[in-house]
């Protein structure tokens, strides 16, 4: 099981109108709810989308868990000169500025 308790955008910028930079960090937790066996998780890329638009992404380290077991893992990322198209920018833009990035699922 895998879920996200916090996240932040600690900075965004933009470059032109389409081009922007950011900075994000969330805590992770991985849990492995299975009595009986353990679970190895070789490989683990974990990307970041705004309006269906990949703007992230990080590759974790492999990992183990334990039957039963809970770990937590800060993961941060970093965007660097991402494009959007204009209406998606000015809508990200809008939503930096109002102090309230949307969330969606």
Same mark, same amino acid.
């Given at each position: 099981m895998f879920d /996200?308790? !916090? =996240?932040?955008? @600690? =900075? /965004?910028?933009f470059d032109s109108p389409e081009y922007f930079n950011g900075d994000y960090t969330f805590i992770? &937790?991985?849990s492995n709810p299975n009595r009986? /066996?353990?679970?190895?998780?070789e490989y683990i890329d974990i990307e970041l989308y705004f !309006? &269906? *638009?990949l703007i992230a992404t990080?590759?974790?380290?492999?990992?183990? #868990? *334990? *039957?039963g077991e809970v770990g937590v893992t800060s993961v941060h990322l970093i965007s660097s000169l991402v494009y959007l198209p204009p209406d998606t920018a000015l809508e990200l833009r809008q #939503?930096? #500025? !109002? @102090? *309230?990035? #949307?969330?969606s699922r």
């Amino acid at each position: 099981m895998f879920d /996200i308790p !916090s =996240a932040s955008l @600690n =900075a /965004i910028y933009f470059d032109s109108p389409e081009y922007f930079n950011g900075d994000y960090t969330f805590i992770a &937790n991985f849990s492995n709810p299975n009595r009986k /066996i353990d679970v190895r998780f070789e490989y683990i890329d974990i990307e970041l989308y705004f !309006s &269906n *638009r990949l703007i992230a992404t990080q590759a974790l380290h492999p990992f183990m #868990q *334990r *039957r039963g077991e809970v770990g937590v893992t800060s993961v941060h990322l970093i965007s660097s000169l991402v494009y959007l198209p204009p209406d998606t920018a000015l809508e990200l833009r809008q #939503q930096v #500025q !109002s @102090n *309230r990035v #949307q969330q969606s699922r």
